[in-house]
């Protein structure tokens, strides 16, 4: 299978606690996005990578949020003390170098905060 | 602020009743338009771009049109399997690469 894969699928975690979300993109991208979704609206941009360097940032992501590529190749993203509020679909993406190239998206980790 | 409207928010049809589906954008400067197909559970699966006004693309039954201002996905003869939320993103010129998206149309077809 050469598409974007994440795991886990699910997690259900307690307030407070830590989780992380690991995305391993289409080898041959340079580029890893981070989006969320809540549901019935579209996803939302968090933050983007091309190779290991993190290039922008949303206002969304507070500094409970961190994202890491640290060779270039798969991608973590951490939220710490999480809140209920952290509940949704995170959707990890991936592209090429250059234009307005297609992001190819994986199945999300679905996260319940309770 | 980029912004992305999608209308309408659900569309109901028997199949081969052909549609319509509407998104409006507000972009400082539009590197693409993109329109994705989303199922429950899943992730969005990329559909087309379009990089120009004037500009249309096809696959089977869709068909996506670009003017300034709007894109349009015309459904032609759908099937049920046609049945997911299709969603509209702006890629905006300048260093960003993100894209922006509406909210989508849940689309249903009845057989």
């Known amino acids: 299978d050469t598409g974007v894969s994440q795991n886990p699928r699910h997690k259900i975690t307690k307030r407070g606690q830590n989780v992380t979300f690991r995305c391993d993109p289409i080898s041959e991208h340079n580029r890893l996005y981070w989006y969320r979704q809540t549901l019935g609206q579209g996803p939302e941009f968090l933050t983007y990578f091309q190779n290991e360097a993190q290039l922008e940032k949303s206002r969304l992501l507070s500094d409970r949020f961190s994202a890491e590529r640290p060779k270039g190749s798969f991608s973590t993203l951490e939220i710490q003390r999480t809140e209920q509020g952290d509940s949704a679909m995170y959707l990890c993406a991936s592209s090429l170098t250059g234009g307005a190239y297609e992001q190819y998206f994986g199945p999300g980790t679905r996260l319940k905060v309770t | 602020e980029d912004q992305v409207t999608q209308s309408p928010e659900a569309l109901r049809l028997q199949e081969g009743e052909s549609s319509s589906l509407n998104c409006s954008y507000t972009v400082s400067g539009l590197r693409g338009l993109f329109w994705y197909r989303q199922d429950p559970g899943k992730g969005p699966e990329f559909l087309f771009t379009?990089?120009?006004a004037g500009e249309e693309k096809e696959k089977e039954r869709l068909k996506a049109t670009l003017t300034k201002k709007e894109s349009f996905l015309h459904i032609t003869a759908p099937k049920p399997e046609d049945s997911a939320t299709y969603l509209c993103a702006v890629q905006a010129t300048g260093s960003a690469r993100q894209l922006t998206f509406g909210s989508g149309t849940q689309l249903t077809v009845l057989p």
């Open positions: 379009l990089y120009s």
